[in-house]
């Protein structure tokens, strides 16, 4: 599971980053303001849960049997689609239908941080 969500973490910071450089240089023009600004939070969020879905993916590499730290990385990567995913969507002219998904991926990110918390919490310092 730690190779999965080193993987997919390198998959998000390379979308991020192609994502916020096309909305900055290819989409300046076409979309409007708030737009853009819809953008950039969905690419600001993308890559705070990409480093901590490294940090999770990087834990689970030297403890492995960490109680809640896969279920951590899951609600990250749900929450990067759903957030991240339905403002890009909503910048470009998605449906409204798709704004009420947002939060969802915001309650994601806290479960997903809550479920962090509780692995530290739960994690042994090693002699």
Request: hydrophobic residues 60%; charged residues 10%.
């Amino acid at each position: 599971m730690a190779r999965f969500f080193l993987i997919i973490a390198a998959i998000e910071g390379f979308f991020a980053v192609l994502i916020g450089a096309f909305a900055a240089h290819g989409l300046k023009q076409i979309l409007s303001p708030a737009a853009l600004e819809t953008v950039k939070t969905g690419v600001q969020y993308q890559f705070y849960h990409t480093f901590a879905l490294l940090l999770v993916g990087f834990w689970l590499l030297h403890k492995p049997a960490t109680p809640g730290l896969k279920a951590s990385g899951l609600a990250f990567i749900l929450g990067s689609l759903l957030f991240s995913g339905s403002l890009y969507a909503l910048a470009l002219g998605a449906p409204r239908w798709l704004g009420p998904i947002t939060p969802l991926g915001g309650l994601c990110f806290l479960v997903g941080w809550m479920l962090l918390l509780v692995a530290a919490w739960r994690t042994k310092p090693e002699a």
